[in-house]
């Protein structure tokens, strides 16, 4: 017999929290567990989020919340054009104190705040982590710099993954030197999965497409899981992916936009896959050693990221942390975000195709992210607040926790050395080499290409900044003898990049050809 709903316990269900197995009644009785789901448009309305993005997360929480009705859950459903807060007030008033297993953004857990601080909200832990923070806090500490290695050793050792007799596989804890190969086509790869669309779906995209029709991009969702059968469809898909991963993890092509990585944070940031069963069925396949290490460190450095942005406040505690622009802002790069990050055509094809892949997807793997978006971003001075809210918008995986330590941290230099040694960024030869991108471009990598200049250019903007930095030694001792004419060179070849850009134009070089080297 069905419980009264005056015996039910009641859930507030995050967009981000659909798994049951992340709740304290995951072994209980689902019928004395009542779910409680929001549709905000102020949320979708917050930023400028490309409409993929808002279509993944909505058909998601509508198809849990069917999912977890058919199990036996009661469930309330509720759309707003407000924000959490407000409705959550008005749900308590008429039903008592409400459970809340704690958000994973920080934004969420601030709006939430008043609630919780008085007791209307109940916090439960979030049991959908690989990693405790003690962990985390005793190896890398709760101050800066931060440093991954530690951390993921301890890791390690304490779930035994990829260990034997205490020791790790292979003799050693990463593989990562070995994961660096350019892919010329060989080995294929398999085809991209397609999803079938059920009604849900059909009306989310219809909602997306009518209510957000200002915001960028389109949403299709058939190019994404949206039921639980679903994701463990693309669970399925992405260990076929395993035994190439390794090699090939920093390759880039404009033959294949995934060619062998999982596209798995899709499901696991929402938390219809745990990070668990995803390791679980990695350890299953017959992948290579360097391969399911890789991967596995990946994973690693997801639950990283989050504890490094939650003792840091969102980095609100380091002293390099702006809170009046409310950014940290290392290398004081403050020129705008111009419009090719939105599809504008900006003239170097490396950054176009992968823009165009995100315009089309909302996603694209790690190294474009890195090595080409946020490479650029650096090289062109481009505020990282600004890089990081459109990584925000844009990418169909990014949420606060994630988004802001890969950006802020490792994409741009903005937090200086507190969570790397070295800025990543790169000139010409690096895309060359680990993509195809300048086979289709109108500049020749060993001619005219302008992305060397690029990082000529900042080096000597930037050059007092990296003073005393061992990592940057060798860089700066090149610098220092690159002739005064190629920095002029240089110089200039920023400043009609910026200029074109920031104008909404596409970049032509002028007549003359200078050499790179």
């Known amino acids: 017999m069905r419980k009264s709903l005056d015996d039910v316990g009641w ?10 197995n992340i709740f304290p009644w995951s072994n209980g009785n ?14 979708g309305d917050s930023l400028n ?6 279509a993944l997360l909505l058909s998601n929480m509508r198809h849990f919340a069917k999912e977890s009705e058919d199990l036996g859950h009661p469930v309330k459903y509720y759309y707003t054009d407000g924000n959490y807060c407000d409705l959550l007030t008005e749900i308590i008033c008429d039903l008592g104190p409400i459970n809340l297993v704690e958000p994973a953004e920080r934004s969420m857990r601030i709006e939430l705040k008043s609630l919780i601080d008085e007791k209307k909200l109940l916090i439960h832990q979030h049991d959908g982590w690989l990693t405790k923070r003690e962990w985390f806090s005793e190896t890398v500490g709760i101050e800066p710099p931060f440093r991954m290695d530690r951390f993921y050793k301890r890791v390690r050792k304490e779930t035994g993954v990829l260990m034997q007799d205490g020791k790790p ?23 991209d999965i397609i999803f079938e669309v059920d009604q849900i779906d059909m009306e989310v995209m219809e909602l997306v497409r009518s209510k957000f029709a200002d915001h960028p991009g389109d949403c299709d969702l058939s190019k994404v899981p949206t039921t639980l059968q679903q994701n463990h469809q693309l669970l399925r898909w992405a260990m076929k992916n395993m035994q190439y991963f390794g090699p090939y993890e920093d390759a880039m092509s404009s ?13 696991t940031n929402l938390s219809r896959l745990s990070a668990k069963e995803v390791v679980d069925s990695a350890l299953m396949t017959e992948a290579p050693l360097n391969c399911l290490e890789g991967f596995y460190r990946q994973l690693i450095w997801r639950e990283y990221v989050k504890h490094v942005h939650d003792v840091t406040d969102g980095f609100r505690s380091l002293g390099v942390y702006d809170i009046q622009s409310n950014q940290p802002n290392f290398l004081q790069q403050n020129n705008p975000l111009p419009d090719a990050y939105w599809g504008k055509k900006s003239g170097f094809n490396c950054l176009d195709t992968v823009v165009e892949s995100v315009m089309d997807d909302g996603w694209t793997h790690h190294i474009p992210r890195l090595m080409v978006l946020s490479n650029f971003a650096s090289l062109l001075d481009i505020n990282p607040r600004k890089l990081t809210t459109w990584f925000h918008e844009a990418f169909i995986d990014a949420y606060d926790w994630v988004v802001e330590p890969n950006v802020l941290g490792m994409g741009t230099y903005s937090l200086g050395s507190a969570m790397m040694t070295k800025p990543y ?3 010409t030869p690096y895309i060359n080499k680990m993509s195809d991108y300048c086979k289709s471009c109108k500049f020749n990598p060993k001619k005219d290409c302008k992305v060397s200049n690029l990082y000529w250019a900042f080096l000597e903007r930037h050059k007092d900044s990296f003073e005393g930095n061992i990592r940057m030694a060798m860089p700066l001792r090149s610098l220092a003898k690159r002739s005064a004419d190629k920095k002029n060179a240089d110089i200039e070849a920023y ?23």
């Open 255 to 267: 033959k294949s936009r995934y060619l062998f990585h999982s596209k798995l944070a899709i499901s």
């Open 495 to 517: 400043k009609d990049i910026v200029r074109a850009l920031s104008n909404g134009q596409e970049y032509v070089a002028n007549c003359e050809i200078k050499s790179l080297v």
């Open 49 to 54: 989020y490309h409409q993929q993005k808002l």
């Open 169 to 191: 596989m292979g003799d050693k804890f990463s593989f990562d030197a070995e994961n660096r190969l350019p892919w010329k086509g060989d080995p294929e790869t398999q085809s």
């Open 425 to 427: 960024v790169s000139g």
């Open 11 to 20: 859930f507030f269900v995050c967009y981000d929290q659909l798994n049951h």
């Open 30 to 43: 689902r019928a004395e567990n009542g779910l409680i789901f929001i549709e905000s448009k102020a949320k």
